[in-house]
Structures are given as structure tokens and as C-alpha cells.
């Protein structure tokens, strides 16, 4: 726990963790917002970055950033349902904990005092610090009780749980899957996941992305000399999906990472937009915006994206 607190995580009750974002800081003190605003209209300095489930996941991708059983010689069973904690103490200690990180800001003579002060009052929730939030099993609840607070939510799912997905009884703002490797050979070796039959499942999940109301993305994690093949495998996984948006994304070597790739392994720009070009080909979407910063693009069959711009 020591280990995650250096890197400025947060517990909050027993499995819940929260985490400044590095683009909450770059808005507040530079003016610089995530592609989250720039795409979706989501106020970057008015986002919290949470997990319900700080230490449990289904896969141990290469590229996660979070703390995997094994890292540090420390080992705990890390795909064990949580629901220790209720939604309402969850929110309302994640709101509390994200003022408190908010605190030190305020006597930053570079802090936009505006952005500050609505800052203090958060209106959105990303659920994708670290882990499988499905393992949280009153998942549902926690999002419904942001919304109660007038929260946007958006959910990360890496898709290993499809029926507890098909239950959860309220939907995010948009759902997120994740999907980081063009067939199930590629998946075993990248995602290493640690239930049985999960590419199966993974499939199963991306089956029931029309049958959701809200935006729906495929977010493609891409890792140079990893996962940055096969772009015809990719587009067969996510016309199955048919989801409103895709996002290739590159990985970042950040976090625990570092003790499974290299620096070298982490993707320009111009490779995730050469690699998102030629999929949006494929796969007949268009390139509607792009983040150089973030190193993300867009690509939908939208002209332009659902915004959630929030007073």
C-alpha cells in the first residue's frame, strides 16, 4: 500500500482508490484539457479518476499501469467479487477525497482560480483507475448513485464479464471496452488473462454493445512491437461490436508498466494515427478528431460526437 501511495493513489474505504489525473494538474495550472473535453465535452479539471476494485482484475495486461499480484514479491488473489463497501460511501468518500487533492492547488499562484473553484464541485466520474470495475458487484448502484449527484459516468470495462455487464441495471454515460489484441493467440500473450474462457467472453461482451442505449466505444490500447498488427483481426472484433465511437490509444509507460515494457515500446502520434487511418478503411468509420497530446484518435460513423457538456 505504501507503494501506491507514493504514486499519489488514494484508498478510499477498503477497495475503492482514488487518483489525480496528470491532466486534472495540466488544466488547472496550464490550461491544457484531456481529450475527454476536447471529444466529449467532459470538463477536465471537473473529473474524478476512480476504481471501485484497486486490486482486482480478470487480466494482467503487459501495458496496465495498475499493480498486479506478483509485482514487489507480493501476491493476493486478484479476480475475488468485492462488495464490502456500499455506493453511497463510495461517492460521497470520492468526492471528499478529490477536495482534499484539489486543496494545495488553491495557493498555486499559476492555478485558474475559476477552473479552481468549479473544481470543487466535480460533475464527472471516470470508473478506470485500475482493475475490473465489474468485479465491484453492486457496480450498478455506484453508478446510479453518481447520477443521483449529478455525475456523468463513464465505465471501462475490459470485457471478461459480459453477463454480469448484461445485468448491471444502470447504464454509464458511455461504456468503454476494451480491446487490445487483434485474435485470441495475441490476447493470451498481451491481456493474460487469469479466468477461463475469456476471449470467448470478451467476444460475448462486444455482442452486447447494440443493445445498449448510451455511447458505446471499442478502446484499442496500442503498444509498438506488441499489439500494432493485424489490423484485419481488429476490424472483424469491432464490426461485431458495432460500437458508436473507436479510440486507438497509446500506452503510456507509466506506473507498474515500467516492470514489463520498455519506453521504447510506447507508440508515437503518428503511428497511432497511421494505425487509426488504416482501420478506420477497413472498418468504414471516418477520423472525426484526434488528440496529439494524448496521443488518441477518434473514429466513428458520426459526423461529430455526442458532447456532455455540463454547466
Not at 463510495?90 to 478529490?98: G, L, W
Not at 498555486?108 to 482560480?113: G, I
Request: hydrophobic share 35%; charged share 25%.
Amino acid at each position: 500500500m505504501q507503494i501506491l501511495k507514493r504514486q499519489k493513489y488514494h484508498l478510499v474505504g477498503r477497495h475503492s482508490a482514488v487518483k489525480r489525473c496528470r491532466w486534472l494538474h495540466e488544466s488547472l495550472v496550464k490550461g491544457r484539457p484531456c481529450y475527454k473535453q476536447k471529444f466529449y465535452g467532459i470538463k477536465t479539471h471537473q473529473c474524478i479518476q476512480m476504481t471501485p476494485v484497486l486490486f482486482n482484475c480478470t487480466q494482467r495486461c503487459l501495458f496496465c499501469w495498475r499493480a498486479q499480484s506478483g509485482d514487489q514479491e507480493i501476491v493476493w488473489n486478484e479476480v475475488e467479487p468485492l462488495s464490502l463497501d456500499s455506493p453511497d460511501e463510495i461517492v460521497e468518500n470520492c468526492v471528499r477525497t478529490q477536495i482534499r487533492i484539489l486543496s494545495g492547488y488553491k495557493g498555486n499562484p499559476q492555478t485558474d482560480l475559476k477552473k479552481f473553484t468549479e473544481a470543487l464541485t466535480p460533475k464527472h466520474v471516470a470508473i478506470s483507475l485500475s482493475g475490473e470495475p465489474l468485479l465491484y458487484e453492486r457496480l450498478g448502484e455506484l453508478i446510479g448513485a453518481f447520477r443521483k449527484k449529478g455525475f456523468t459516468t463513464f465505465l471501462v470495462t475490459n470485457g471478461t464479464m459480459p453477463s454480469e455487464l448484461a445485468n448491471l441495471g444502470e447504464e454509464p454515460t458511455q461504456l468503454y471496452v476494451s480491446v487490445c489484441a487483434s485474435d485470441e493467440k495475441a490476447y493470451k500473450r498481451v491481456c493474460r488473462p487469469q479466468i477461463g474462457r475469456a476471449w470467448e467472453k470478451l467476444n460475448q461482451t462486444l455482442a452486447l454493445l447494440p443493445s445498449f442505449k448510451c455511447p458505446t466505444v471499442v478502446r484499442v490500447t496500442l503498444s509498438r512491437g506488441l499489439n500494432m498488427s493485424n489490423i484485419e483481426g481488429y476490424a472483424k472484433t469491432i464490426e461485431k461490436a458495432n460500437p458508436t465511437y473507436v479510440e486507438p490509444k497509446a500506452y503510456m509507460h507509466v506506473g507498474f508498466s515500467r516492470l514489463r515494457l520498455g519506453f521504447e515500446n510506447m507508440p508515437s502520434h503518428g503511428e497511432i494515427r497511421d494505425f487509426a487511418v488504416r482501420l478506420a478503411h477497413v472498418v468504414g468509420y471516418n477520423v472525426v478528431d484526434e488528440s496529439e497530446s494524448n496521443r488518441v484518435v477518434l473514429l466513428s460513423r458520426l459526423a461529430k460526437p455526442v458532447r456532455f457538456d455540463l454547466p
